[in-house]
């Protein structure tokens, strides 16, 4: 039977009250999430043998979520990224032929929403869906917050289906013209989030990436997958080092996968954005433990960030990132399961 449970996820007296909520499906999946960032905590998956792997990054308190944004390279573990997600360069774009300047938190570039961002603040459980098994966290930001035109209102719905699906969709409104770019940051290891995703296998339905300069930021350019590292065409073992967006094929938009041979357990990632941003990371600089004492490290996990492209605001042959006032934004991104 599907099901909801909460309970409180800090009891710090000093802080205000965070809950966690866990979804169930018949089929004893096991999804978790807080209210701080919108966040997946976990996502546990029953195996053949009878154990069950936890296939996310993430902590076992807030105040590790907390101080977790003040690790060299914020890992942002399951959290709901915006108001645009990836780098903006030199933290500006214009808008309406007027040139806005956002707050700058990664150099001289803007990155992930800047410092106040989505993730880092307190969503509402908006409603419960009991025969959707879905969940709907709701914020509405701040006038102008990080310079970002207008106030925004969005919406985040989780659903976990009986096909062993989790549906991530968003829809967001604004009181003035604006951009977004909205995405799920959870990091996945099918092997359990204790080790790495090496001998993972990685495909991806994508024919070209962008091109990026040394800190990142699209130039505009589509390099061609062919003849390069990044040719995932096919399955192939997930990279050491990964950080790049790729131009998504659409077909059934399928975006990406990636296979456990050990838990023989695959993830297919679908979405109805024109890209994805894969990233190797997880490394917590052994300042901060993971859940159950795990010392996360670069190869932890694999991030796949499904979304419109970085830095579009400034590249008119990008897809347009303007979210006009009054007009609905809407995102849609699921993640299946499958035992093999």
Known sequence: MSSINIKLFNDLTDEEKIFEYQL??????????????????SLKIPLSNGKKVDVVLGFDNLEDYIN??????????GAIIGQYSGRIKNASFALNGEKISLIANSGENH??????????????????????????????????????????????????????????EYSAISTKDTII?????????????????????????????????EHNIPSGKF??????????SSPKECPERIDNTFVLNKENDFAASLFSKKNNLKLNIYTNQPAVHIYVGGNCFNQIKGKENTNYHPLSGICFETQNFP?????????????????????KTIFEFIKI
Do not use: M, R
Request: hydrophobic fraction near 30%.
């Open 311 to 331: 830095d579009a605001p400034n590249h008119n042959n990008f897809p347009s990132a303007v979210l006009k006032e009054g007009e609905t934004y809407y995102q």
């Open 223 to 232: 390099l061609d997958c062919k003849n390069s590292a990044f040719n995932y």
């Open 68 to 77: 977790s944004f003040g690790l060299p390279n914020a890992p942002y573990f």
């Open 111 to 168: 990155i992930h929403g800047g410092n106040q961002c989505l993730s880092k603040q307190k969503w509402e459980l908006s409603e419960f869906n009991e025969i959707e098994n879905a969940i709907t966290f709701s914020l509405t930001t701040q006038e102008n917050l990080e310079n970002y035109p207008g106030s925004l209102k969005v919406n985040v719905k989780y659903q976990l289906n009986e096909n062993n699906q989790l549906i991530v």
């Open 24 to 41: 169930t499906n018949k089929n004893g999946i096991q999804i978790s999430f807080i209210e701080y960032g919108a966040t997946i905590t």
């Open 181 to 213: 770019n909205l995405t799920q940051h959870s990091y996945f290891n099918l092997d359990g989030h204790e080790t790495d995703v090496l001998s993972q296998e990685l495909q991806i339905n994508s024919d070209k990436f962008l091109e990026t300069d």
